[in-house]
T-cell receptor, first 113, second 115 residues
Framework: DTEVTQTPKHLVMGMTNKKSLKCEQHMGHRAMYWYKQKAKKPPELMFVYSYEKLSINESVPSRFSPECPNSSLLNLHLHALQPEDSALYLC????????????FGPGTRLTVT | GESVGLHLPTLSVQEGDNSIINCAYSNSASDYFIWYKQESGKGPQFIIDIRSNMDKRQGQRVTVLLNKTVKHLSLQIAATQPGDSAVYFCAETNAGGTSYGKLTFGQGTILTVHP
């Protein structure tokens, strides 16, 4: 199984809502990542987890809160988002953080109204 | 800040032609480079990588060339097929640095292959 799954595929939320994005992989990878991708732009790294510990936070606003409850799961909790946060949120995993062959999920298309 | 960028934002080719996608990088500390392919509605997919101690690496129908002197990277796709139509991103990192896991992506090139 070389698949990274993400749910939901699409999400529309208001600025006062709280929602969560979920990511799962069963490849035994110990590194997991969240990226944000705006239309016609490259993915931008948000967070890196290694062995379930946060190792990189790219100065992401606190309205985005990552969580890695176990080695297979990665969540992104969203609260009080702004319309400019609308984007495709991609999850990825790799064997280790120093292995850069990252496997990406299909993403969650988020719209903040 | 330092960044990775592409010379051509779009490339249109006929099926069977060879395609060349270019990428310029400015971080001289970068020592590892990757090409990703992103099809519509999907996440990026790893194609091929190259370390800075190499200047060429070949895969199946793809070749990556690295010119460290001019900080230039290219992806060559042989006998391009309609299924190759996608956005191609180069990405770079300092694999020997301390920010393990941090990939910086270039702006992307849209490749369109006409049957």
């Amino acid at each position: 199984d070389t698949e990274v799954t993400q749910t939901p595929k699409h999400l529309v939320m208001g600025m006062t809502n709280k929602k969560s994005l979920k990511c799962e992989q069963h490849m035994g990878h110990r590194a997991m990542y969240w990226y944000k991708q705006k239309a016609k732009k490259p993915p931008e790294l948000m967070f890196v987890y290694s062995y379930e510990k946060l190792s990189i936070n790219e100065s992401v606003p606190s309205r985005f809160s990552p969580e890695c409850p176990n080695s297979s799961l990665l969540n992104l909790h969203l609260h009080a988002l702004q319309p400019e946060d609308s984007a495709l949120y991609l999850c990825a995993s790799s064997q280790e953080v120093w292995n850069y062959e990252q496997y990406f999920g299909p993403g969650t298309r988020l719209t903040v109204t | 800040g330092e960044s990775v960028g592409l010379h051509l934002p779009t490339l249109s080719v006929q099926e069977g032609d060879n395609s060349i996608i270019n990428c310029a990088y400015s971080n001289s500390a970068s020592d590892y480079f990757i090409w990703y392919k992103q099809e519509s509605g999907k996440g990026p997919q790893f194609i091929i990588d190259i370390r800075s101690n190499m200047d060429k690496r070949q895969g199946q129908r793809v070749t990556v060339l690295l010119n460290k002197t001019v900080k230039h990277l290219s992806l060559q796709i042989a006998a391009t097929q309609p299924g190759d139509s996608a956005v191609y991103f180069c990405a770079e990192t300092n694999a020997g640095g301390t920010s393990y896991g941090k990939l910086t992506f270039g702006q992307g090139t849209i490749l369109t292959v006409h049957p």
